[in-house]
């Protein structure tokens, strides 16, 4: 199983970015996938999960990103807008599997740079 994240890229303050993440060898469906991202010296950040229809997101990106997944929930989606300089960062994706024990996959992760 992998997960693969795309879509990152230089983009400036206000504009928009959607980034992608999608899982491979696949025999079984997530119960839950989500973005986290990270700053160099700076410990991971919860951005915004999906499990079972309903979202959640951190506050700082609330109302800005949105998160999606599609039918398979093989993959997941970031529609980030409204881009801030403090959004800069390397996004990770994960995926969760509840199956009696919970394991997490996580993607190698896509930069996210903001210009001023």
């Known amino acids: 199983v992998q997960l693969q994240a795309s879509g990152g890229g230089l983009v400036q303050t206000g504009g928009s970015l959607k980034i992608s993440c999608v899982g491979t060898g696949l025999t079984f469906r997530f119960n839950a996938m989500g973005w986290y991202r990270q700053v160099p010296g700076n410990q991971r950040e919860f951005v915004a999960h999906?499990?079972?229809?309903?979202?959640d997101y951190s506050d700082s990106v609330k109302d800005r990103f949105t998160i999606s997944t599609n039918n398979a929930k093989s993959a997941i989606y970031l529609q980030m807008n409204n881009l801030k300089t403090e959004d800069t960062a390397v996004y990770y994706c994960?995926?969760?599997?509840?199956?009696?024990?919970?394991?997490?996959?996580w993607g190698q992760g896509t930069q996210v740079t903001v210009s001023s």
């Open positions: 999906i499990w079972s229809g309903r979202t």
């Open positions: 994960y995926g969760q599997r509840v199956y009696g024990r919970t394991a997490e996959y």
